[in-house]
C-alpha cells in the first residue's frame, strides 16, 4: 500500500507538471475589456454639490467621464467606468468639485474659459475660475496670452495666492515643478548669464551637494524655485528657509536673489523633482545660521 501511494504521488506531480505547461499564469490584474467598480466617501454636505440642481453636475461628471455615479444619503459614491484611467479621472473632477483652491495645489487639464488682454480665466471646478496672468504662462516674455491658448483649449495651472476671493494662477509654476527646462535662448537663460549665479554640473547634482550663489528664479506662496543645474530647478520650501518658522517667503527672498542651499533629493531623469534647503546647510546647523550668512545677496 505504501509503495502504491507514493507511486500514485509521483504520477499526480507529473500530471500537474504537465498541465502547467499548457496553462497560462494567472493574471495579476483584470482584463482591460472589464468594467470597473470604485468607492469613495465625501461630506455629507456636499452631496447637493456633486449633484447639482436637478443632477446636472452629476451628469456632466458622467458624460465628461464616462463614469456612472450613485449616490448615497451618508456621502458613499459608487462609480462604475470602462477603466482606471476614467474612474481616476472621475476622482479629479469631485475633489475639485468638493474642495475649495488652496495654495500649491496643481490642476492638471484645467479649461480655459475667458482670455482678455492680461491673461486667461481657467475653471478650476463649475463656478471656480483662477486667472491665469499672461507673466505666468511661461519662463520667457509672452507678448499676448491669445498667440498662445484659446477658449476651449486646456492647461494644467498651480494655485498661487488666493487675494480677496480671487484665485492667482500660474502655468510657469507647474513647468517649473515638472523640470521642464526653459526655451533655448529665451530671456530667462540670457538674464542668468549675467546674474553672477552658480550652477552644479550634472555629476554634481547628488543628494548632499552644497551649491553657493544658486539664482532664485520665482518665488511661490510655499516657497522658491531656485536653479541648481542648468535646465534644472529645485524647489526651496518656505519650511527650508530657516532653522526659525518664516511666514511669506516672500519676505525674505524675492525673484533674482543668490543663495546658498544644499540639494536634499534628486529624482531620476530629466524632468526629475528636486529638493533643495537653506536652513541645512552644515554652517547653519554647526552655527545656527546667527548672523544669517549664506542668504540672499
Known sequence: MAKALAQAKEGRKHILDEMRKCSPPPRTELSPYSPRIA?????????????????????????????????????????KGPDDASLELAREVILNLITDPE?????????????????????????????LHVSEWDYGRTAAISDVVAVGDTVDVMVLELAGGKVKLSRKAVLELDGV????????????????????TKE????????????????????????????RDALLHVSEWDTERTENISDVCKEGDLVDVIILDVEEGNRGKIRASRKRLPSNEENGDENGDGGED
Open 204 to 231: 554634481e547634482l547628488v543628494p548632499g551637494a552644497v551649491l553657493r550663489g544658486a539664482l532664485v528664479k520665482s518665488v511661490v506662496a510655499y516657497g522658491a524655485f531656485v536653479q541648481v543645474a542648468k535646465g
Open 39 to 79: 468607492f469613495m466617501s465625501i461630506p455629507v454636505d456636499k452631496i447637493g454639490t456633486v449633484i447639482g440642481a436637478g443632477g446636472r453636475t452629476a451628469r456632466a461628471i458622467q458624460e465628461e467621464t464616462n463614469v456612472e455615479l450613485n449616490v448615497n444619503q451618508d456621502g458613499e459614491l459608487q462609480l
Open 103 to 131: 495654495p500649491g495645489r496643481v490642476y492638471r487639464n484645467a479649461k480655459v474659459v475667458q482670455v482678455t488682454n492680461f491673461g486667461a480665466f481657467v475653471e478650476l471646478a463649475p463656478k471656480k475660475d483662477g486667472l
Open 181 to 200: 527646462k526653459p526655451p533655448e535662448g529665451s530671456d530667462v537663460e540670457s538674464s542668468e548669464a549675467d546674474s553672477g549665479a552658480n550652477v552644479l
